[in-house]
């Protein structure tokens, strides 16, 4: 990332797609974009069928126009290899590069991403236009960055990927009798006799086999790791120098984005945060707090948001003014390093013709434009923050694995779900201005006061293990229902639950009670911890207060642990809801239902305390509604996503990067307004 923006600050732009327009619309394009400080943009993602308009046959003229036109301007190139849409000649030729979904049904082209993964015809003609776009802008001045393919995320049911799957068991197997010991296959007479007998999950009377299943996801992971890996090989060994990234879509469950990001660069995403939605704010402060764990802590890249309204929800809200701005800020807040737009000019024709873009159909002279351009030379003034890290002290647990294990057919309760509970606790820290990483399952958690594990339904030993010596060690640990349940292969942890977190947790489980919906479940406080320093205005819910409680119960016994929370109701009354454990050093928690927010707010707190973490205004626990408040590096950033204006106390005086403007005391923020306060030096407000 460092190389990118070494000399040219945050960076700003947007896809750009200049094979939809006449030449004479490209010297206007440049104007506009350095008007507006644009200082990066995306080419190319979509013109293989441009490039080489039958097989063999390449064009490159106009894209070294684009290319010389773009350096000329001092405008940096990210460029995509055009892998993610095939020209047509490649799926009439070749038929077998379509994909095939799970009913058997072959996917034309005619949209995008029509592709096998597993096809050897389509990665060796992928490669080939890699190749030889490598070759052709090896040492290019404008070329800054490769963007491989678009949001990776096919799949392919058709007899080649099978056999792919197929070479792929063989390989973490072995031998077939160990591949029908760890799918089980001893159920519903589903044993291997040959392994050609081995089939993708395809459409069948009822419900698959789960650890099949989970092979599957992680074979169709590894597919399009793979095919990212080689694209990624033939570009490094022409242009070393050159960093590669390729574009995710935030919580995108199809391919696991730790086992890519550990592969490329720079970490990239594409967002569009759903509007109207009160949850929207946290949700996408989650997504970003991912996007820089991806990255390792370093900046990233937000490579795809949207000026105003998609296409692609059935009723599309638009952006009121100021909200594109509050939601690049945001990012710019958590880490990003680059703030691009799905595209620069909206499209005449096709698919996307009433997708927003930075220069609208009306053309330059308009409201959204100049917003646009506004936009882009502010973020010259935060240029200070480029580079800088998010200090977090709390950390929290994902790892697609146990996502794909979880969310399968046949379970006690769809309604538990991986994302849904992670944004469930991430939303009282969010609340707190607390600043989170997330981590894999496998990461380092020796850095972070608190560790907060939403759901891990699959663990494995080491990992538990990890877990554990964490806590053993000082730390604090949070863990949330239905986890540590079955094994890497989906298999049941036989025992009292959560099996390999039992000692840790001083307490341990034996039925999973899915509650019935209509009403919530009643819990109460029961005593609890008398735990160590209080933070600000910190006051524990009183003992005996109650609270309610969503969805699913379990029937737990304390081992040794604290019940801070108990049952309030039917064959569970009395029996723990809530339990916190000294262990070692540290303390781990262990929550056996899904609190109301107001009920999981309190236990963030509480386990804050343990921590001994605060937010980063610590005088206000909680923070005005519809605040967002993070740190990047020496600089406060304060967002206003309410409806209302906020008063907002601030710990030190400060400057205002955003105006210029000295603040002490507090600030007041307007809907949709945004503050980047850097300290003054020795200015206590
Ligand atoms: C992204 C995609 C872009 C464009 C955009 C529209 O998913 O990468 O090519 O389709 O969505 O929102
Ligand atoms: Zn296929």
Redo the contacts with the bound molecule.
């Keep these: 990332m460092h190389t990118l923006t070494e000399g040219r600050g945050l960076l700003f732009g947007g896809?750009y797609n200049p094979e939809q327009w006449p030449e004479e619309v490209w010297a206007e394009d440049a104007e506009l974009m350095r008007a507006a400080g644009v200082n990066l943009v995306t080419v190319g993602?979509?013109s293989w069928a441009r490039l080489e308009p039958e097989p063999g046959r390449l064009d490159f003229g106009w894209l070294d126009r684009v290319l010389d036109l773009m350096a000329a301007n001092g405008i940096a190139v990210d460029l995509a290899t055009p892998t993610a849409s095939p020209p047509p000649w490649l799926g009439h030729r070749w038929p077998e590069t379509l994909p095939v979904d799970e009913d058997g049904h072959r996917l034309w082209y005619g949209s995008r991403n029509q592709f096998c993964p597993s096809s050897p015809v389509y990665r060796e003609r992928a490669l080939e236009i890699v190749t030889a776009l490598a070759d052709r802008y090896a040492g290019h001045p404008a070329l800054a960055l490769w963007h491989v393919g678009?949001?990776l995320g096919e799949v392919c049911h058709c007899d080649v990927s099978a056999a792919a799957f197929r070479a792929w068991l063989q390989e973490r197997y072995g031998d077939l009798g160990t591949l029908n010991e760890a799918w089980g296959t001893t159920f519903w007479s589903q044993g291997y006799g040959d392994w050609a007998e081995i089939v993708p999950p395809r459409r069948a009377p009822y419900i698959i086999n789960p650890s099949q299943r989970l092979d599957w996801w992680r074979f169709c992971s590894d597919a399009l790791l793979g095919q990212f890996l080689a694209e990624r090989d033939v570009l490094r060994a022409r242009t070393p120098g050159t960093p590669v990234t390729t574009?995710f879509?935030g919580l995108f469950k199809r391919l696991d984005y730790w086992s890519v990001a550990a592969e490329e660069d720079v970490v990239a995403n594409?967002w569009?945060p759903e509007p109207g939605n009160p949850l929207t704010p946290a949700r996408t402060a989650l997504t970003h707090d991912l996007m820089r764990g991806l990255a390792g802590g370093r900046p990233w890249l937000l490579m795809?948001q949207?000026t105003n309204g998609?296409?692609?929800r059935p009723h599309n809200l638009p952006k009121p003014s100021g909200q594109f701005r509050l939601e690049s800020l945001q990012a710019v807040a958590r880490g990003a390093d680059g703030l691009c737009y799905?595209?620069w000019r909206a499209s005449r024709f096709g698919a996307?013709r009433f997708?927003a873009a930075m220069v609208p159909h009306a053309g330059a002279e308009t409201r959204l434009h100049a917003e646009v351009r506004a936009h882009g030379q502010e973020l010259r003034r935060l240029a200070e923050v480029t580079g800088e890290p998010v200090p977090a002290r709390v950390a929290m647990v994902f790892g697609w694995e146990s996502w794909w294990a979880l969310e399968e057919r046949g379970r006690p309760s769809d309604r538990l779900n991986a994302v849904d509970q992670l944004l469930d606790y991430y939303v009282p820290f969010f609340e707190r201005g607390v600043s989170v990483d997330v981590v894999p399952p496998s990461g380092d958690l020796s850095a972070y006061a608190l560790v907060v594990v939403p759901n891990l339904f699959l663990v494995g030993d080491e990992d538990a293990a990890a877990l554990t010596a964490y806590v053993r060690a000082g730390g604090v640990l949070v863990v949330g229902p239905f986890s540590g349940v079955v094994d890497p292969w989906a298999q049941v942890r036989t025992g009292r639950f959560p099996a390999p977190l039992r000692e840790v947790l001083g307490a341990s489980g034996e039925e999973w009670l899915p509650a019935p919906e209509d009403r919530p479940v009643r819990c109460r406080w029961s005593g609890g911890p008398k735990i160590g320093p209080k933070i600000g205005a910190e006051i524990g819910p009183e003992i005996g207060a109650e609270f309610g409680a969503r969805v699913w119960t379990e029937l737990l016994e304390s081992e040794g642990a604290e019940v801070v929370a108990e049952f309030a109701e039917g064959d569970l009354a009395g029996r723990p809801a809530v339990t916190r454990h000294r262990s070692g050093e540290g303390v781990a928690w262990y929550v056996a239902t899904m609190p109301e927010p107001a009920a999981l707010a309190e236990l963030a707190g509480k386990a804050l305390a343990d921590a001994g973490v605060s937010g980063v205004l610590p005088g206000l626990p909680v923070l005005p509604r519809g605040v967002e408040a993070v740190r990047r590096g020496e600089v406060l950033f304060l967002l206003n996503h309410g409806t209302e204006s906020a008063r907002v106390p601030i710990p030190e005086a400060a400057e205002d990067l955003l105006t210029g403007s000295p603040v002490k005391e507090h600030v007041t923020l307007a809907p949709r307004a945004v503050a980047a306060l850097r300290p003054l030096e020795n200015g206590a407000a």
């Design positions: 896809d993602v979509f678009n949001e574009n879509m594409d569009y795809e949207a998609v296409n692609w799905f595209q996307e997708h």
